[in-house]
Structures are given as C-alpha cells and as structure tokens.
C-alpha cells in the first residue's frame, strides 16, 4: 500500500477542492531576552511563538488565514475560513493573479555563524553581560548601565500545491550595551551593538569589556562636552548612522506598496513616483545600493521570500539612478515596475508584504582618514539617538549620540547634541565620499502594515561624506 500523505498534503489536498492554488507557510520561533542593569539581573525571558499561514488563490485572488491548530482538522478550518474569505473579497480586487506570482520553490537555508546559539548556557550569557556592565562602572556619574542580548531562533517551513517545499533556519542575534552619565541637569548616553545572523561566538568576555569600557568613556566624553556648533558644513557619517539614513530615506520610500498607495492609511506613502525609475538622479555618481539577502551573518539573508520567490543580489540604485523599487512579485504585476524576492511575514499569523530586507551602501575607494582630509569645516557622528521623517520619506531630521568637529583636516574635539537635517534626493546627492570598508548592522524593530508587523531588517555601509549639510546642536 502507499505511504499516507503528509499532514500539509493532505491539507493541501483537501484546500485544492475549492481553491485554484494553496500554500502552508509554518512558524516556530523562540526568543530569548536578558539583561543585566547596574550589574544586577534585570530580565530573563524566553517565549515560544509557533503557528502556520494558510493561503489560497480564489477567482485570481490571494487569501490567508491563520491558525495555531497545527493537526489536520485545524489546517482545514483555516482553509475553508481562507476560501470563503477570498471568494467573498475577489470581486473588489485591484488586480487579477495566477499561480505565476507563486513560483515552485525547492530548497534550504541556514544562517551561517560559528557557535551554535543552543550551546551557550545562560551563566555563559549573564557572565559576559555582567562583566560588561561592571567595566561601565568608570565614575559615579555613569548612574546607568545596561547590557542585554537578544536571541532569536526561527523555522520556516513552507510548502504549495505547485510542489514548493523549503526549509529556512535563522540564528539572529543582538547585543546592546548602553552607559548614561549625569551631571546636575546634563545626561548624555552612548551605546555599542552587534546586531546579526550570528552564533555564541559573540558572547566573548574580553571583546565586550573592551566595547563596554569604551562605550562608558565615551558617555563621560560627551558629558564633558560643548554642544555641536550649528550651521551649514560638512558631514562625515559612521557606518551606525548611516544604518539608519538608509533604511528611513531609501529602503522605506523604495518599497513598492507604499509607491502604490497600500501604506498610506499607516506608515505613509513615497515621494516616489512610478515614472521616476530608470530616471531619477537619487544620489551623486558616488551612490551605488544593493538589495542583497545573500550576505552571510547580515539579519536579513535568506534563499526565498514568503512566497517562494528566489532571493538574489539586486542594484537598486547604480551610478546614483534610481533603477529599481522593493516590490513582491504581486507588486511588480500591480504597477509594471521590477522588483526582488522581499515579500516577508513578521510572523506565522501575518501575511507577507512588501519589507526590505538586506539594504546595503556599496563601498567606495576612500579610507576613513581619506574622507576627513578632504573637509575644512565639518562633524562626525556616530550612532542614532533621535529620527523624525514625513510620510512621503522625504524631508528628515536625526540626531546622533557622538560627534567629534573636522577643521583642516583633522579630527578633533567631541561635540554632544549633534542633529543634521536634509531633503533625500538633495542629501544624496550632497555625496562627496564614500569609505572602502563596510559595517553591518541592522534592527530587530522595523514597523510597517495593517495589521501591524516588526521585522528584522539589515545595513551595510561604509563611513560617508556628504557636503554643506545643515548642521545644528541642540540641549539634552
């Protein structure tokens, strides 16, 4: 006699009586959260978030439902709510679909890192946390010091009627240390983060004491310090800023639903316009930016998106012209534009959307000391601290937690307070430099949808140096 069909074909199976097409996507995921705050344990967490997605193509339209039920009879409750769901909803829909935007997908990936996340043992964890918050520990004035890590295991598997089945494992790993100084009404902080797909090898004693008493120096530094000096001159950004510069002024207004007008209740729409692509000079000549999920340790790296579609190493930007947007296969139909494989899920009860995914600033041909040589007036700044950005991802203001002042050519005294503020296409193209040597980083906490989803989301940069920006201090 045959073998029984699996429990995903049989449901699969059972949705194909009264769908075009069907797909289980499942989830498990564990994080674990700790902390140590003034050399004391302050949280130690750990949950577990399992369930599977439940999608079906009806009358040329998609559909989910989600359940935590993972027997037979409960992916079959989900489908039918699936079905007549989507039936009801096809008769309002903005574009007619096929099982080509669902493409057969084989296939598996792991996150590549050296220590295995479940061989660290939680004193391993709190010891290291606890010596880094103990090496903060330089003056009375550091009246705060934190030390947590987070530690994200995910599983996806997903399987379809049109003979997909991958298996995509992910280690994603963040580290946070932060050292506060007050004195009388001032406070500064300065943190440090490594924020990756990344193993145990991160837990190395000596390497965070090292970040950690760096880190409290640098708080105590700003205390002491004069507030930036405001005015238009030049800026050299830091890999942690520019972090953030590219995921609020390209990664978000390149997104494809948001140009097509689907975030606008939410998260905002895009200055950009359909007709912009192939044409607009986003940035100087210097700009060159990449969609690539393939980047080993990045948070973002995967093989396929959450419908299948192959994950590849995508220009986005070339020579500063805009080429091409963030959009699934769904949203490259919808608007006639190209796009990449960033149709993510936050989690086994949402269904995928348009997200960025591994956003990176390709590097350039100038070392660091190369970039500051070239500025007669000017500051450098590291690390977010505060951002503010319109709707359309256009007109932006952030601040930074360190600065340090350029004159001739040199680096010189630490600044606090520092904030620059520019339009998006008129600040890249303000692009004088880029550095030869990247930096990743990343965040576990990016926001978007309706419902609401925070994924994880990666940067890659080098140092950068952009001219005559609007610079200015500001108080504590």
Known sequence: MPAPASTHQQALNYALRHSDWAAIRYSSETTTWRSIRNDKPEGNDTSLDEGAMCEVLVDGHFGYAATADLSLAGLQRAFDRAIATTRATSRHKAQAFTVSERPRALGNYRSARGRDL??????????????????????????????????????IDYYSSNGSETHQSFDMLDVTLSATAVDAAESQTRSWSRTGQLGGEVFNRATLIAHAERTAREALALLAAENCPSGRMDLVLMPDQMMLQIHESIGHPLELDRILGDERNYAGWSFVKPEDFGRLQYGSPLMNVSFDPTRANELASYDFDDGGNPATREMLIENGVLKRGLGSLESQLRSGLSGVANFR????????????????????????????????????????????????????????????????????????????RGVTVDFWNRLAGVGSHDEVFGTLNCGKGEPSQVIRVGHASPPCLFRDVEVFGGQS
């Open 118 to 155: 479940d061989a660290l043992s939680l004193g391993e964890i709190t010891d290291c946390l606890l010596a880094a918050s103990q090496a903060m520990q330089l003056s009375d004035q550091l009246v705060n010091r934190t030390a947590s890590a987070t530690l994200v295991q995910t599983r």
């Open 345 to 420: 899920s936050a989690s086994w009860n949402r269904a995928p959307i348009d997200r960025m995914a591994n956003i990176n600033l390709e590097p350039g041909s100038s070392s660091l000391e190369a970039l500051i040589a070239q500025v007669e007036h000017g500051v450098l700044m590291h690390t977010n601290r505060s951002w503010s950005i319109d709707d359309y991802r256009n007109k932006f203001q952030f601040g930074c937690e360190y600065g340090q002042l350029i004159e001739n050519g040199r680096l010189g005294r630490v600044v606090r307070n520092p904030n620059y």
